[in-house]
């Protein structure tokens, strides 16, 4: 069965494709580095500093999500993901880099559709925690 793609709505010209297995665990493994990084920081960077440590991890798995994604249409396997990931990060908006990182996850079914059966009333009180590489 081959992967589902689509046109980005946010990026006029790309297309997306899905992660394949294979991808989803290596964005697994990378995320738990990134996690692993965190905590390393954490203890040696001031708490006024740890915001721009979070929003560099972000910026990193938003881009690390949208090169693996192209990795699928690249016909030059030789090209790292790392390079591909660079590339993302140097041609591309953050604003890009996150919806299509959004997109991907949609299209990879990893973002949970909300039930039809849940009431508004529960949705707000069932705060859930996010479910990270780490905690599993």
Do not use: C
């Amino acid at each position: 069965m081959a992967l589902k793609t689509k046109e980005s709505k946010h990026i006029p010209g790309l297309k997306l494709s899905e992660l394949n297995g294979l991808q989803r665990l290596e964005y697994l493994e990378y995320i738990s580095d990134l996690e692993n990084e965190l905590e390393e920081k954490q203890k040696t960077v001031s708490p006024a500093k740890i915001t721009a440590v979070i929003a560099s991890i972000n910026i990193k798995a938003a881009a690390r999500m949208f090169a693996l994604s192209l990795s699928n249409f690249d016909a030059d396997k030789d090209v790292s993901i790392e390079d591909v990931q660079d590339m993302i990060l140097k041609e591309y908006g953050l604003s890009d880099i996150n919806a299509a990182s959004f997109e991907i996850r949609e299209l990879s079914n990893m973002i949970a559709k909300p039930s039809n059966n849940e009431s508004d009333d529960d949705n707000s009180n069932s705060q859930s925690e996010p479910v990270t590489a780490g905690k599993q």
